[in-house]
């Protein structure tokens, strides 16, 4: 399995931007789909974006759509996570996840995915 490591998180004040990132060890990142979750105190874990190996599909929560854009660099091993307009309901431990899959398909269940980071913390601010 592939390991993952989060970073880029911090806290922010609502309206502004960050990016995450997300690197996997390993030399077959490329035929890994990816994935993008959340999870706040108190809450279960929920879907934010997923990619497929190449990047040409992507898919989104309906809460972060036109906000957020998952993209990946195959090259260099790692999947981004591009926020903007945060709001202080985005604040929870931000997860990526990986799933060796090399179709064009992209998965939006965390049981899909076999591999996962240990998070990177967001807080928004009001």
């Known amino acids: 399995q592939v390991q993952l490591v989060e970073s880029g998180g911090g806290l922010v004040q609502a309206g502004d931007s960050l990016r995450l990132s997300c690197e996997a060890s390993?030399?077959?990142?490329?035929?890994?789909?990816m994935g993008w979750f959340r999870q706040a105190p108190g809450k279960e874990r929920e879907f934010v974006a997923a990619i497929n190996w190449s990047g040409g599909s992507t898919y989104y929560a309906d809460s972060v759509k036109g906000r957020f854009t998952i993209s990946r660099g195959n090259a260099q091993n790692t999947v981004y996570l591009q926020m903007n307009i945060l709001e202080p309901a985005y604040t929870a431990v931000y997860y990526c996840a990986a799933r060796s899959y090399p179709g064009s398909s992209y998965f939006t269940c965390p049981h899909d995915y076999a591999s996962w980071g240990q998070g990177t913390q967001v807080t928004v601010s009001s």
């Open positions: 390993g030399r077959t990142f490329s035929s890994y789909a």
